[in-house]
């Protein structure tokens, strides 16, 4: 009823002008070799995977191979691509060394990537848990939007 309603627009205003990201996939791309710009925006972030573990979209795992002598088993673990170990091969080479580099590709799967394999469907759903839970301060937001106004 009118209860409803009224707490349901109080809501709203609290909320703000949701940002438009309809052109972020693209604007992201244009940034996408720009090493200095990621450099700049990652240089607040720790590698602590709090964004990511915090994130319900987030999906990234490990796949770890138990041996059990005679038989073995398979186990897929939820990882963090924030990590410096995430993308470290067996041989040493770590094609995402920098946090740059692992920053440039989560923003990059959220607002470029996924939209472009899903209809345009961003693969983040705004909660701001990841802004939250940031011990740094890093807000996925900002970063989108400098990439956005850069391009522009």
């Not at 472009?116 to 890093?138: E, F, N, S, T």
């Amino acid at each position: 009823g009118k209860e409803a309603d009224a707490k349901n627009a109080k809501a709203r205003e609290m909320m703000g002008e949701a940002h438009d990201y309809a052109s972020a996939p693209a604007k992201l791309l244009a940034r996408f070799d720009d090493m200095d710009f990621w450099v700049a925006q990652s240089a607040k972030c720790i590698s602590c995977g709090a964004c990511t573990y915090m994130c319900p979209t987030c999906y990234c795992f490990n796949i770890t191979d138990d041996d059990l002598g005679l038989s073995s088993r398979r186990i897929r673990t939820w990882d963090n691509c924030m990590s410096h170990t995430f993308t470290l091969e067996g041989s040493g080479h770590n094609p995402r060394s920098t946090k740059a580099h692992r920053l440039k590709n989560r923003v990059g799967h959220k607002f470029s990537y996924y939209p472009d394999l899903h209809k345009g469907v961003i693969a983040c759903c705004g909660c701001g848990r990841c802004i939250k839970q940031c011990p740094a301060g890093v807000d996925i937001r900002q970063i989108v939007n400098a990439a956005q106004e850069y391009a522009e």
